[in-house]
């Protein structure tokens, strides 16, 4: 702050739901009542579970694509996050909202049209074939920028681990996030 004259204000998980929430999000699955919003970062991934329109459980896990490729995420957070979201959304039919920018990479390589889901089977395949070939292919071949090409695999294996948990068969990518819900807030 001494040098930029920017106050930086730190949000919690529950807290970044709320505002997520404020961009209007459940307008875009109008016809589904349940779903899990994820986004995941470098650091850590954020769930989010609505019902009916409320934010019913929200929980930020530290587990998040470079402390994946670093090896410092334990199985028993895996193990925490697994029995997290599906205590939280047992018995619910639950579609899932996918943010973030290697979700967003994703759908822009299956070029889907903006209101067109991801199947599970799509983002399996996409981790499979992106585990199969190096760094470099990554790169040239599938024209993936240099900070895009390492942290994409651990951010899908987080986002097939979460459906295959919820047994959501597809993935909605709306690119809507933390900025938009503050611009909203903001009207």
Not at 80 to 109: C, P, Q
Not at 118 to 135: A, C, I
């Amino acid at each position: 702050k001494e040098l930029t004259g920017i106050s930086i204000e730190l949000i919690s998980g529950k807290e970044e739901a709320k505002i997520i929430y404020a961009a209007h999000m459940e307008k875009l699955l109008s016809n589904h009542s349940s779903f899990l919003y994820l986004d995941v970062g470098g650091g850590s991934s954020e769930l989010t579970f609505f019902d009916k329109g409320k934010i019913m459980a929200s929980k930020s896990f530290n587990i998040g694509t470079i402390r994946l490729l670093n090896k410092i995420v334990k199985d028993s957070l895996w193990d925490e996050m697994r029995d997290w979201v599906k205590e939280t959304t047992k018995g619910k039919n639950i579609s899932l909202i996918g943010s973030g920018g290697n979700i967003n990479k994703a759908f822009k390589l299956s070029r889907k049209s903006k209101n067109e889901a991801l199947s599970y089977n799509y983002l399996s395949g996409l981790f499979t074939n992106f585990k199969n070939t190096s760094y470099e292919e990554r790169v040239i071949k599938l024209d993936l920028k240099l900070d895009r090409a390492d942290v994409i695999i651990p951010a899908l294996n987080i986002f097939t681990s979460v459906m295959k948990w919820t047994s959501a068969e597809e993935i909605f990518v709306p690119k809507i996030g933390l900025a938009d819900g503050v611009i909203k807030m903001m009207d």
